[in-house]
């Protein structure tokens, strides 16, 4: 009868450390780190945005007096919604190309080896 193994607690993987480890954007560079800014900033804006302009259409339905006047409050809603909608997604592509773009021509920092002449 093979011999019981005693049960550890300690890990048997080996420890990843720094900022690579945990898996944050800051690994990738500073222009990775701008376009994650970038794209944040926009994204909380749109929702602020777009609640206040909830709240606004939530206040009319409510001091609607016919359903016809709902009707009409609701067509402008989602008609605005929709176009919202679309232009956010066209601002937010429009920062992942110029993130990718930026990441592109980003020079290397350090030396070239096949730079040495023989």
């Given at each position: 009868m093979p011999?019981?193994?005693?049960?550890?607690?300690?890990?048997?993987?080996?420890?990843?450390?720094?900022?690579?480890?945990?898996?944050?954007?800051?690994?990738?560079?500073?222009?990775?780190?701008?376009?994650?800014?970038?794209?944040?900033?926009?994204a909380v804006?749109?929702?602020?945005?777009?609640?206040?302009?909830?709240?606004?259409?939530?206040?009319?339905?409510?001091?609607?007096?016919?359903?016809?006047?709902?009707?009409?409050?609701?067509?402008a809603f989602?008609?605005?919604?929709?176009?919202?909608?679309?232009?956010?997604?066209?601002?937010?592509?429009?920062?992942?190309?110029?993130?990718?773009?930026?990441?592109?021509?980003?020079?290397?920092?350090?030396?070239?080896?096949?730079?040495?002449?023989?």
């Open positions: 011999a019981k193994k005693e049960k550890t607690d300690a890990p048997t993987g080996t420890p990843q450390s720094g900022m690579a480890g945990i898996g944050l954007p800051m690994a990738a560079g500073s222009a990775a780190v701008q376009a994650w800014v970038d794209m944040g900033t926009e804006r749109f929702v602020w945005d777009r609640m206040q302009q909830d709240i606004e259409t939530q206040q009319a339905m409510l001091a609607c007096t016919s359903l016809e006047e709902m009707r009409k409050i609701q067509a989602f008609t605005a919604a929709q176009k919202q909608y679309a232009d956010e997604a066209a601002k937010m592509l429009d920062l992942m190309t110029k993130a990718t773009a930026a990441g592109l021509t980003a020079k290397p920092k350090g030396r070239r080896y096949d730079d040495i002449p023989l």
